[in-house]
């Protein structure tokens, strides 16, 4: 068995299972959906363990480095995961992180790969971030980027409920209100709702930011919820970073 696929099984969940990573805050959602990925790797007993040990340390470097603001430096090490057992493990915060650092078509053409896995919750979850790049880096009308915006949500499913809502959502076909009912009933465990409260906080905000451009209605979304949200999740530096740029921004708005 390879050293990925014997990690597989001490992972704990953000839709699965995540890894606890040798930094004990970062533990983190951060590896989202590696529990699928890493499972469903073909064990490679040519591999030496050195090698998938100095893998996993490189994985652990890019995440740490990613939710403590050194994007560069994260980009660097996802780049070296290319090639080793951890490549598609770390394919969607390798994507996260370009998006932090602002490389949004790359970002974009990044979750376009993923959008091809056979992994359902990837694939998915990679669909709703399509949907906020888009948005984010539009420079056409509102009309054409509603249009957009329906290609995209018409041509895709998305399974929970709550991410059909969201997606309904960037088309106006959903509230935000239901957009957070339809979180509340992720069952019970405490760590799944928190996780996809801070997935429908980031993608909500981002509708009101760049689809209604409605900044003062993104800053309460993001107020009333900062408090509530997993400090792990891969979106919460992106809420962070707007809660505080945009809370700059209010005094000059009154």
């Given amino acids: 068995m390879n050293q990925a696929s014997h990690e597989s099984s001490s992972l704990r969940i953000k839709f699965g299972c995540v890894r ?48 403590s603001g050194r994007y560069g ?27 932090a650092m602002g490389k949004y078509t790359s970002s974009l053409k990044a979750f376009g790969r993923i959008k091809k896995s056979t992994n359902v919750r990837e694939k998915q979850y990679a669909q709703l971030w399509e949907l906020w790049l888009t948005a984010k ?64 906080t980031f993608f909500a905000g981002g509708y009101l930011q760049n689809v209604k451009h409605d900044n003062a209605a993104a800053l309460r979304l993001f107020n009333d919820n900062l408090n509530k949200l997993n400090s792990v999740s891969l979106e919460r530096p992106f809420i962070d970073r707007e809660c505080a740029s945009l809370n700059k921004l209010a005094p000059q708005s009154k």
């Fill in 137 to 200: 880096q539009w420079r056409g009308s509102n009309k054409e980027l509603n249009k957009k915006l329906e290609r995209l949500v018409s041509s895709q499913d998305w399974q929970p409920s709550y991410m059909q809502s969201i997606a309904k959502l960037y088309v106006g076909q959903e509230t935000i209100e239901n957009v957070f009912n339809s979180v509340s009933t992720q069952g019970s465990d405490e760590t799944l709702r928190k996780d996809a409260l801070t997935e429908a």
């Fill in 20 to 67: 606890t990573l040798f930094t004990a805050l970062l533990i983190s959602s951060c590896t989202l959906f590696c529990q699928d990925v890493l499972a469903s790797n073909t064990a490679n007993e040519n591999t030496p363990g050195s090698i998938a040990t100095d893998s996993k340390a490189v994985f652990e470097r890019a995440v740490d480095d990613y939710f």
């Fill in 73 to 99: 430096e994260a980009k660097k090490a996802f780049g070296q995961l290319h090639e080793t057992d951890y490549a598609d493990a770390s394919a969607v915060p390798a994507a996260v992180n370009l998006a």
